[in-house]
C-alpha cells in the first residue's frame, strides 16, 4: 500500500512538471485561439485567465494597451508565474491610447482640441479623476491623473484654458522649454474636452496619446504571490498619489502579496509612481484627508496596526526582489511602498528624472520612498536627477543600504525620516550637494564617500513604532531624542558646490556633538570644509585638501574622479557586527535578515578589503587623482 501511493505521489509531481505551459501573446493573435506559438492570444489579459503556476506568458514585439490584471499567482519561488516579454523583442505595455482625430483651434496658433464621449474611457475618466491624498501638496489648483504625450514625452497640466493659449514657461521645471507644451480639460456628463498646445507638431502625424488607465500591471485581489515580470516597456499610466496611508497602485504594483520578481523592464511616464510595493485598502486608505482633526503620524499608527490585522507579517507580505529595471520620468516616485517593501531586495536599477516637472509636491516623492523596509537590501542602484533619492520612512528596521551611487539629486541622496535603527548605510557614493538628512538613531554610516552636507535634528512631537528583531511584531513606539549612530571609516570629501543651501545642515559630524544618545565614531577622513566630530580619536583632517570630486557620464558608464591623499594615515578597523553593536531601543544588533553576522569585508566594487581597511567606499583609492568607473 505505501510503495502505492508512492507511485502516485511521484506520477503527480512529473505529472506537474510535465504539464507546465507556454502561453504566447502576439499583436497578430486573437483571444479565441488556444494561446500557443501557432496559435497565440490578442491580448496579455487573455493569457493570464489560462495561467497556473509552473506556467510562463511569453508576449511578443508590439505595444499593448491594457491592464493586466492577474486573477492568481504562483504557489512558491520554483513555481511561479512568469510573465516575460520574448526575448530580443520590444514589448510595450501602456496605459495610454493614441487620438488621432485633434483639430486645430481657430485664432490660436499651435493649438489642437479633441473632444471624445465620456464611454471611450469606460468606468474610469482620467480628465475627471483629480489627485488628492494624504501629505499631497497640489499648489492651490486642480490636477488631473490624466496625461497628454507628444513622441512619448508628457505636457504640462494647465489650470485654465487661457494659459494653453498663451504658456509661460515654469521656473522650477527641469525643462523650462519643454513646460510650454502645455494641455488642459473639461468634462459634462456625455463628453471630456481635451486642448493641447503642441507648438509646431502635428498631432495627427505625429504619435500623440493620452492615459487612460489607472495601471498596465496590478492584480485587484489579494493573494497573487509568486509573479514574474521580466523585459517589458512599460508607460503612460494615469496612477494615483500613492500616499502610505492609502492603497499604493503605481504602473506596476504588487498589491498586497508576496514573492514577485520585476526585473529587466523600462518604465516610464507615470503621472505618479511607477513601482509601488504597497499596501492594501483595508487597513486605511487616505485616512488623514478624512480627518484632519487628528495629526497624520497619529493615523499611519492606526494604519499599521490595521495592516497587522490584515496579514502583514514575515509569512505572507513583502519578498519581493526588484532588479535590473529603468525607472524614470515619473512625477511622484520611482518605486515606493508602505510596508509592503518589507524583506525585499532592491538592487541594480537605474533611477531617474523623478519629479521633474514640478507641477504638485508632497511629502512621498523621492526615487524611492520606503515606509517600514523591514529587513530590506537596497544595494548597487543609481539615482540621480531627482529631488530625494532614497528616503525611508518610518519602521526602518534591519534595513541594508549597500554600495548604491546617487548624484544629482538637489534635495538629499538619503533621507532617514523617524527610524530607531538598526540600520546599515555602507559602501555608498553620496555625490549631491545635501548627502544625509537624517531625523532618525540608531544608524551605522560606515565606508561611504560624503560629499554633501549632513543636517540631523530630533523629533519629539511624534511617537513611531519598532519591532522585535526580523519581524514585524511592534516592541513599542518612541520619540527620537536622536545619537545612537555610529560613523566609521567614511571619507568626507566635500565639495563647495554651488546653490548649496547654507542654512540645512553642514559638512562633516559637527551637527552630532550634542546627542541624547551616545555617538559611536571613529576612521574618518575629513577634508575641506568637512568638520571632524570632536570625540573621534583615529581621524584624518586637512582643511586645506580640496578632493575636487566630479561625476563623469559617458554613455551608459559612470566614472568617479576624484583627487587624494595617502589614506593609510589613519587608523581603521574591519567593520563587523561586534564592532557596531546593538541599536538602543530596538535592542536588536547590526546583523543581516537571517541572523548571521555583519563584515564588511568588500568594497563598493565588491572588492576585499584589507585588515585595516581604506577609508570610504573604494579600497583602491590612492594619493593622487585617481577616474574609476561606478557604473
Not at 570630486?549 to 566614472?559: C, K, T
Request: proline share 4%; hydrophobic share 35%.
Amino acid at each position: 500500500m505505501k510503495i502505492k501511493y508512492f507511485l502516485l505521489w511521484a506520477l503527480l509531481s512529473v505529472g506537474s512538471t510535465v504539464w507546465a505551459v507556454e502561453y504566447h501573446v502576439s499583436v497578430k493573435g486573437k483571444d479565441t485561439n488556444s494561446g500557443t506559438i501557432d496559435a497565440p492570444f490578442r491580448t496579455i489579459g487573455q493569457a493570464a485567465k489560462f495561467a497556473y503556476p509552473g506556467d510562463v506568458i511569453t508576449v511578443h514585439a508590439g505595444t499593448y494597451r491594457e491592464w493586466v490584471n492577474p486573477p492568481r499567482g504562483g504557489e512558491s519561488d520554483s513555481r511561479r508565474i512568469v510573465y516575460r516579454a520574448a526575448p530580443g523583442e520590444r514589448v510595450e505595455i501602456k496605459g495610454s491610447e493614441r487620438i488621432t482625430n485633434w483639430k486645430p483651434v481657430e485664432g490660436q496658433k499651435g493649438v489642437w482640441k479633441v473632444v471624445l464621449p465620456n464611454s471611450f474611457f469606460g468606468s474610469y475618466n482620467p480628465y475627471i479623476d483629480e489627485i488628492y491624498g494624504d501629505w499631497f501638496d497640489n499648489y492651490g489648483r486642480v490636477h488631473h491623473t490624466g496625461e497628454v504625450f507628444l513622441n512619448d514625452k508628457s505636457l504640462y497640466e494647465k489650470e485654465t484654458l487661457e494659459k494653453v493659449y498663451h504658456p509661460e514657461a515654469l521656473p522650477n521645471a527641469q525643462d523650462p522649454e519643454g513646460s510650454t507644451y502645455t494641455w488642459y480639460c473639461e468634462h459634462n456628463e456625455q463628453e471630456t474636452t481635451i486642448w493641447a498646445n503642441f507648438h509646431k507638431a502635428d498631432p495627427n502625424k505625429e504619435l500623440v496619446e493620452i492615459s487612460v488607465r489607472r495601471t498596465c500591471f496590478y492584480p485587484e485581489k489579494k493573494g497573487i504571490n509568486y509573479l514574474t515580470i521580466s523585459g517589458f516597456h512599460i508607460s503612460q499610466a494615469a496612477t494615483q498619489w500613492a500616499a502610505p496611508t492609502a492603497e499604493q497602485i503605481g504602473m506596476v504594483a504588487t498589491h498586497w502579496n508576496k514573492g514577485w520578481i520585476i526585473e529587466n523592464n523600462v518604465i516610464s511616464n507615470s503621472k505618479c509612481s511607477g513601482i509601488t510595493l504597497g499596501k492594501e485598502r483595508n487597513s486605511g486608505h487616505n485616512k488623514w484627508l478624512s480627518d484632519t482633526s487628528i495629526d497624520g503620524s497619529l493615523h499611519y499608527i492606526e494604519v499599521t496596526f490595521n495592516a497587522i490585522r490584515e496579514g502583514w507579517n514575515k509569512d505572507n507580505i513583502g519578498h519581493h526582489i526588484v532588479r535590473n529595471n529603468t525607472i524614470f520620468a515619473c512625477e511622484q516616485t520611482g518605486m515606493c511602498g508602505s510596508m509592503g517593501a518589507s524583506f525585499s531586495v532592491i538592487e541594480n536599477n537605474h533611477i531617474y528624472d523623478i519629479w521633474t516637472k514640478r507641477q504638485f509636491n508632497g511629502a512621498e516623492i523621492g526615487g524611492i520612498k520606503f515606509h517600514a523596509a523591514l529587513d530590506a537590501r537596497i544595494a548597487h542602484n543609481r539615482i540621480h536627477n531627482t529631488g530625494r533619492a532614497l528616503w525611508l520612512d518610518w519602521m526602518t528596521q534591519g534595513t541594508h543600504v549597500s554600495s548604491n551611487l546617487f548624484y544629482g539629486n538637489d534635495l538629499e541622496d538619503i533621507f532617514l525620516e523617524v527610524n530607531h535603527g538598526p540600520f546599515l548605510v555602507e559602501n555608498n557614493i553620496l555625490a549631491s550637494h545635501r548627502s544625509i538628512l537624517e531625523q532618525s538613531q540608531g544608524g551605522a554610516y560606515v565606508h561611504n564617500l560624503i560629499c554633501g552636507k549632513i543636517h540631523n535634528y530630533v523629533e519629539h512631537g511624534r511617537y513611531t513604532p519598532y519591532f522585535l528583531p526580523h519581524s514585524t511584531e511592534v516592541a513599542g513606539l518612541s520619540i527620537i531624542p536622536g545619537g545612537d549612530d555610529r560613523f566609521y571609516n567614511n571619507l568626507f570629501a566635500t565639495v563647495d558646490f554651488e546653490n548649496s543651501d547654507k542654512a540645512l545642515g553642514s559638512f562633516g559630524l559637527k551637527g552630532y556633538e550634542k546627542t541624547a544618545y551616545p555617538m559611536y565614531v571613529d576612521g574618518n577622513v575629513y577634508y575641506g570644509a568637512a568638520v571632524p566630530f570632536v570625540k573621534e580619536d583615529h581621524k584624518l583632517v586637512d582643511a586645506s585638501f580640496v578632493p575636487d570630486v566630479r561625476i563623469e557620464e559617458e554613455g551608459d558608464n559612470v566614472f568617479l574622479v576624484i583627487k587624494n591623499k595617502d589614506l593609510k594615515q589613519v587608523e581603521t578597523q574591519m567593520i563587523t557586527t561586534d564592532k557596531l553593536g546593538t541599536a538602543k531601543l530596538p535592542k536588536q544588533r547590526y546583523e543581516y535578515p537571517d541572523g548571521k553576522p555583519i563584515q564588511i569585508n568588500y568594497d563598493y566594487l565588491g572588492n576585499p578589503r584589507g585588515e585595516h581597511p581604506t577609508s570610504g567606499p573604494l579600497e583602491s583609492l590612492q594619493a593622487g587623482e585617481m577616474r574609476i568607473q561606478v557604473w
